[in-house]
């Protein structure tokens, strides 16, 4: 089997994140921050260290490192609890992670409206398509790092700067840059990262992470912290204010072991996935095929059709006569799919991690050759 699907969830973990998972539920089984018994301090003391491993990746503090249950409840809590009557600028790009959460407002808050920046710029969403969309009531802007659909990148660095000198909220999806681009919040002008572990991380499912930098955040799940327990209102203090409730102590564990990998081979991972995008650009550019990934994108994603087959088909085929596992359709991004004109058809995507091969890209290509070759 050869699995291209690595942007909705990497299949192989590295050992280290396997035994770090193994460990939590031997040695961490007791609920952190919820006993003041030794093994709930112990399991607590291991989160901790995580925590600041993040704060640390990403340019922040610990205690503005929030886990959740995954990057679309991290973009939920950085949407919805920074709501208030005003003005939202997303992209194109995004994810229904963001899309819908902003549509939920409009469709429920008079006072709140939302724009969709349009993409100019060949390789991803720049500066100048944000600005078109700002109004003097916008106070949030949510920007798609690396499009889950074909891999565009958004310049956020510049927009990120520009956003701070007009004091905007800027809110970044980092679900497919997260372990494949180094964030630096501060610098970057980023005020809210949201992470999914378990795509560029090789983290278990399970876990997700919101990280942010002096924001007044609003939590929106509410329940037991293990703190302030005889108060009926949240706590004040931070993360405990947003983690309600048990959290993913082996996935969180499992995050912090993939973390050290990610940082320990950073340069091998991003070398690896350049090469073989831009190895399977080359030959399926050659064929007769709708391709709407740039030449010069080598984030590991890629998508393209057959003209004359359904990607869902595409996919169908690959997975039943080659044992090869792909994601076609629409990617929960369907504003995405009406800019590339595939809102019919939905596209097939192929994603590569660290640990796919020349050799599959080969066989990817044989099996591509193969179906057009049937269709003549």
């Known amino acids: 089997m050869i699995y291209f699907d690595n942007s909705a969830s990497s299949l192989i973990k590295p050992k280290s994140v396997q035994k770090a998972v193994a460990n939590s539920l031997e040695y961490f089984t007791a609920n952190p921050g919820r006993s003041g018994h030794k093994m709930a301090l112990k399991a607590a003391f291991e989160v901790e260290k995580v925590r600041e491993k993040v704060a640390r990746h990403v340019g922040t503090t610990a205690d503005n490192v929030i886990f959740t249950l995954n990057c679309t409840d991290a973009l939920n809590l950085a949407i919805l609890g920074t709501h208030k009557n005003g003005h939202v600028v997303c992209t194109v790009n995004e994810h229904n992670s963001v899309l819908r959460p902003l549509e939920h407002l409009r469709q429920t808050d008079p006072n709140f409206s939302y724009s969709v920046a349009l993409q100019t710029g060949k390789d991803g969403i720049v500066w100048e398509d944000i600005e078109k969309c700002l109004t003097d009531k916008t106070y949030l802007v949510v920007v798609n790092h690396i499009s889950n659909v074909n891999g565009d990148v958004a310049e956020i660095e510049r927009i990120g700067k520009k956003l701070k000198e007009k004091n905007i909220l800027f809110l970044v999806d980092g679900a497919q840059g997260g372990g494949h681009f180094v964030y630096d919040m501060q610098s970057m002008g980023i005020d809210m990262l949201a992470l999914a572990p378990h795509k560029g991380f ?175």
């Open 202 to 376: 090789y983290s278990p499912q399970g876990v997700g992470c919101l990280c942010i930098r002096n924001v007044d955040l609003q939590p929106i799940r509410f329940g037991g912290t293990g703190t302030n327990s005889l108060e009926l209102v949240q706590p004040e203090s931070s993360p405990e204010r947003f983690e309600s409730g048990t959290i993913n102590t082996p996935a969180i564990l499992g995050f912090g072991e993939g973390i050290n990998f990610v940082e320990n081979n950073f340069k091998q991972i991003q070398e690896k996935l350049e090469d073989l995008t831009t190895y399977l650009h080359y030959e399926l550019s050659k064929l007769p095929l709708e391709i709407y990934t740039k030449t010069q994108n080598t984030h590991g994603v890629f998508a393209f059709n057959i003209p004359s087959l359904n990607s869902t088909d595409v996919a169908n085929i690959l997975n039943e006569k080659f044992s090869i596992c792909v994601r076609s359709g629409f990617h929960c991004a369907p504003l995405k799919h009406k800019s590339l004109g595939t809102i019919e058809s939905g596209a097939v995507r192929v994603s590569f991690s660290y640990f796919n091969t020349y050799q599959e890209v080969e066989k990817f290509v044989f099996a591509i050759k193969s179906i057009l070759k049937h269709l003549k």
